[in-house]
């Protein structure tokens, strides 16, 4: 594997919302999986590297940071689920983050608030076209982060209103973090598993008894952000062309 590989870095918080890649990858042509839990495809000059951080926005920063001194990825990408607060959303439709905003951050000065980088407009539009091809209803915008699952409709109204996000997750916000203060790339692709409300905990719930009972490769909410990930990478601009192309 060349030095200069393109390395993605591809974290989730929890198993069940990384586990799909690497059945997706040993069917996708052009891919080997060179560790436990690395994978080059030489044609598109890419390496991924998979990590599960742990829930939360400390798991999140650390494993972040660890995860940067070990691989140097050139890129971060975060997939896993969020709470929706797309107006009709479906459960399985997809946020594409844009910019990220820590909601439970409130520093007495508003210089000491971290600058969060938006994320590569290359990314966004590259992944608004895969889930087109999926079929996938897909909404760019701001993603929110609390240490805390949200499932109030009245603490959701709060953040709707200072925010406007498009989901809401306990991760995001604190990889952003890391990620802009190391200069680099970072986009986070999530799915809606619930809408950040009081049916929220059922919700969750009933997706812990599917993947129990079908194996958590087998759960379809989680596979849409990997798909979208994996293939958004493999057309980055830079990328070489197939041999058929």
Same mark, same amino acid.
């Given at each position: 594997?060349?030095?200069?590989?393109?390395?993605?870095?591809?974290?989730?918080?929890?198993?069940?919302?990384?586990?799909?890649?690497?059945?997706?990858?040993?069917?996708?042509?052009?891919?080997?999986?060179?560790?436990?839990?690395?994978?080059?495809?030489?044609?598109?000059?890419?390496?991924?590297?998979?990590?599960?951080?742990?829930?939360?926005?400390?798991?999140?920063?650390?494993?972040? #940071?660890? !995860?940067?001194? &070990?691989?140097? *990825?050139?890129?971060?990408?975060?997939?896993?689920? $969020?709470?929706?607060? %797309?107006?009709?959303?479906?459960?399985?439709?997809?946020?594409?983050?844009?910019?990220?905003?820590?909601?439970?951050?409130?520093?007495?000065?508003?210089?000491?608030?971290?600058?969060?980088?938006?994320?590569?407009?290359?990314?966004?539009?590259?992944?608004?076209?895969?889930?087109?091809?999926?079929?996938?209803?897909?909404?760019?915008?701001?993603?929110?982060?609390?240490?805390?699952?949200?499932?109030?409709?009245?603490?959701? #109204?709060? !953040?709707?209103? &200072?925010?406007? *996000?498009?989901?809401?997750?306990?991760?995001?916000? $604190?990889?952003?973090? %890391?990620?802009?203060?190391?200069?680099?790339?970072?986009?986070?692709?999530?799915?809606?598993?619930?809408?950040?409300?009081?049916?929220?905990?059922?919700?969750?719930?009933?997706?812990?008894?599917?993947?129990?009972?079908?194996?958590?490769?087998?759960?379809?909410?989680?596979?849409?952000?990997?798909?979208?990930?994996?293939?958004?990478?493999?057309?980055?601009?830079?990328?070489?062309?197939?041999?058929?192309?």
């Amino acid at each position: 594997m060349p030095k200069t590989a393109y390395t993605a870095a591809i974290l989730a918080a929890i198993d069940v919302e990384i586990a799909y890649l690497s059945t997706f990858l040993d069917g996708r042509p052009g891919w080997k999986q060179i560790s436990a839990n690395e994978y080059f495809n030489e044609e598109k000059n890419l390496k991924l590297v998979s990590w599960i951080l742990g829930p939360g926005k400390v798991n999140a920063a650390y494993g972040t #940071a660890d !995860i940067i001194n &070990k691989y140097h *990825p050139d890129i971060i990408v975060n997939v896993g689920v $969020a709470g929706g607060f %797309v107006k009709n959303a479906r459960r399985g439709d997809v946020a594409i983050g844009t910019e990220y905003a820590q909601v439970d951050f409130n520093p007495f000065l508003e210089k000491n608030r971290p600058s969060l980088a938006p994320s590569p407009v290359w990314f966004i539009e590259q992944a608004e076209k895969e889930a087109e091809k999926l079929e996938v209803s897909a909404s760019k915008g701001l993603i929110a982060t609390g240490d805390f699952f949200l499932r109030d409709s009245r603490q959701k #109204a709060v !953040i709707a209103r &200072k925010f406007n *996000p498009v989901a809401f997750d306990m991760e995001s916000g $604190a990889i952003s973090q %890391v990620a802009s203060a190391k200069s680099l790339d970072f986009i986070s692709i999530r799915t809606f598993s619930d809408f950040a409300d009081e049916d929220a905990p059922a919700l969750i719930l009933e997706r812990q008894k599917e993947a129990k009972i079908n194996g958590i490769r087998k759960v379809t909410i989680e596979h849409s952000p990997v798909i979208i990930a994996v293939k958004a990478l493999e057309n980055r601009p830079d990328a070489p062309l197939d041999k058929a192309e």
